[in-house]
């Protein structure tokens, strides 16, 4: 009896302890990666830079990036059809002079973050790009490179995060978003493996 019981027990302990520590110490890697990105304006000069819209201060990043001429061309991917260019410059804040339309391209097909690298694949084709900033905000920078390394596996990719405001671990919002950006990650990288081919977001084998 003591023998079973203990195979129950040891069976219980592998079944579902050992996954839920992989879960764990997977979400603490993740959380501890994020946190540790780098936030500081990036010093090297490069083609271009892709923005993907959907936080704070990330399309403003890209301007800075402009303007200062770190970058030569600025995709902004994701961008609402109601929204202008003079719409995003107003946000921003800094000289508009600064900033010549024609380098600047508004990405409006993108939903999700895959359609942006999607979008982002036929505009550096287009432009000939060979090197590219990602600015996104940190918590979203491991599933933005996931996804646009999949797509673009020949295109160098320099991450550049973005620190939304009050996102720290101090903020019940910060171990939400982390929470729900780890399993969108986790998502992601089972249709990378799995259904490499696949579009959309979710596979047909992971919703059935």
Same mark, same amino acid.
């Given at each position: 009896?003591?023998?079973?019981? $203990?195979?129950?027990?040891?069976? @219980?302990?592998?079944?579902?302890?050992?996954?839920?520590?992989?879960?764990?110490?997977?979400?603490? *890697?993740?959380?501890?990666?994020?946190?540790?990105?780098?936030?500081?304006?990036?010093? $090297?000069?490069?083609?271009?830079?892709?923005?993907?819209?959907?936080?704070?201060? !990330?399309?403003?990043?890209?301007?800075? @990036?402009?303007?200062?001429?770190?970058? !030569?061309?600025?995709?902004?991917?994701?961008?609402?059809?109601? &929204?202008?260019?003079?719409?995003?410059?107003?946000?921003?804040?800094?000289?508009?002079?600064? *900033?010549?339309?024609?380098?600047? #391209?508004?990405?409006?097909?993108?939903?999700?973050?895959?359609?942006?690298?999607?979008?982002?694949?036929?505009? *550096?084709?287009?432009?000939?790009?060979?090197?590219?900033?990602? *600015? #996104?905000?940190?918590?979203?920078?491991? !599933?933005?490179?996931?996804?646009? $390394?999949?797509?673009?596996?020949?295109?160098?990719?320099?991450?550049?995060?973005?620190?939304?405001?009050?996102? =720290?671990?101090?903020?019940? &919002?910060?171990?939400?978003?982390?929470?729900?950006?780890?399993?969108?990650?986790?998502?992601?990288?089972? $249709? &990378?493996?799995?259904?490499?081919?696949?579009?959309?977001?979710?596979?047909? =084998?992971?919703?059935?």
């Amino acid at each position: 009896m003591f023998k079973i019981l $203990r195979y129950m027990l040891l069976t @219980l302990l592998v079944t579902i302890g050992l996954p839920v520590l992989c879960w764990s110490a997977g979400f603490l *890697i993740f959380c501890a990666t994020i946190s540790s990105l780098s936030t500081e304006p990036p010093d $090297r000069s490069l083609d271009a830079a892709i923005v993907l819209t959907g936080g704070s201060n !990330r399309v403003s990043q890209g301007f800075d @990036l402009l303007a200062s001429h770190k970058v !030569r061309y600025l995709l902004v991917s994701g961008v609402h059809s109601g &929204v202008t260019l003079d719409d995003l410059l107003k946000l921003w804040g800094g000289d508009k002079k600064a *900033i010549d339309p024609l380098d600047v #391209t508004l990405g409006r097909e993108a939903g999700n973050t895959i359609g942006n690298a999607l979008e982002a694949s036929n505009w *550096i084709e287009s432009n000939k790009i060979k090197e590219v900033y990602l *600015i #996104t905000s940190n918590y979203h920078i491991p !599933r933005s490179l996931l996804e646009f $390394r999949h797509v673009l596996p020949a295109t160098p990719l320099v991450p550049y995060a973005v620190q939304p405001q009050d996102f =720290s671990p101090d903020h019940g &919002v910060y171990w939400k978003t982390a929470f729900l950006e780890f399993h969108k990650l986790l998502v992601s990288l089972y $249709r &990378v493996l799995i259904h490499p081919d696949e579009k959309q977001p979710f596979p047909p =084998s992971f919703i059935q």
